[in-house]
């Protein structure tokens, strides 16, 4: 009995693999959604939180749309991050993501507004934590800050005020360090306006970024 050679099949039926390249709103939204689900936020949350409308956080998230520098910081704010960090999740990835280690030389790295300053980001590619040099002057504090991550902090340059909301507040000088624990409100300023620099670690949150058609 001779044996029949399975159909041929046609190129057509193929699967085609995805060469399609992420766009930076694309890896944003995915950004923001990810940070989104590891907040256990909805979409509906968010939008309140942010003051933004659903439908328009919706098409972010989805790389259908752009926010307005301004609209970035409400997020950044509703999700207890900033504005450097969601920028930095829209960067596309390193060619050697998963090589060890990775530099960043001095100058370099991502760098945009962080509190009431400006933050450069010390780290790239796949990462655990969160480094980030900081620098300011700002003789207010601006609001309180709460995120479920730990952060550290040391001062490198200057001398700051740091609150703790309903725990108080501490003066720190060149040297001096402090750890912030999940949920700690945290705000810090300069207490003649005299500039300063500080070395920020925080943890780095991870979400599953996967659609759900039931969040709302």
């Known amino acids: 009995m001779t044996s029949m050679a399975p159909p041929a099949v046609p190129l057509s039926a193929l699967p085609t693999p995805d060469t399609h390249t992420p766009t930076s709103d694309e890896r944003l939204g995915a950004h ?12 509906t949350q ?3 939180a942010a003051e ?3 439908p328009f956080l919706s098409q972010l ?17 509703a999700l207890g991050t900033s504005r450097v960090e969601l920028i ?11 090589a060890q280690p ?30 980030l040099e900081f620098t300011g002057s700002n003789p207010q504090p601006g609001d309180h800050y709460v995120h479920d991550e730990d952060e550290f902090l040391t001062v490198l340059e200057g001398s700051i005020v740091i609150s703790f909301g309903a725990f108080g507040e501490r003066t720190l000088h060149v040297g001096d ?18 500039p300063y620099r500080l070395l920020i670690v925080k943890e780095v949150v991870h979400g599953d970024g996967a659609d759900d058609p039931t969040d709302v």
């Open 46 to 48: 968010l939008a309140e």
């Open 88 to 98: 930095a999740g829209s960067e596309p990835p390193r060619a050697d993501a998963d």
């Open 177 to 194: 360090s402090v750890y912030c624990r999940s949920g700690t409100p945290h705000r810090w300023h300069s207490p003649d306006g005299t």
């Open 102 to 131: 990775s530099f960043v030389a001095a100058g370099e790295g991502v760098t945009g507004p962080y509190a009431e300053g400006t933050a450069r980001l010390l780290a790239e590619g796949p990462r655990r934590f969160e480094p």
């Open 32 to 43: 923001l959604r990810s940070l989104r689900k590891a907040r256990g936020l909805t979409l």
């Open 61 to 77: 998230e989805r790389g259908l749309a752009r926010p307005s520098m301004a609209s970035l910081e409400r997020l950044a704010r």
């Open 52 to 54: 933004l409308s659903h």
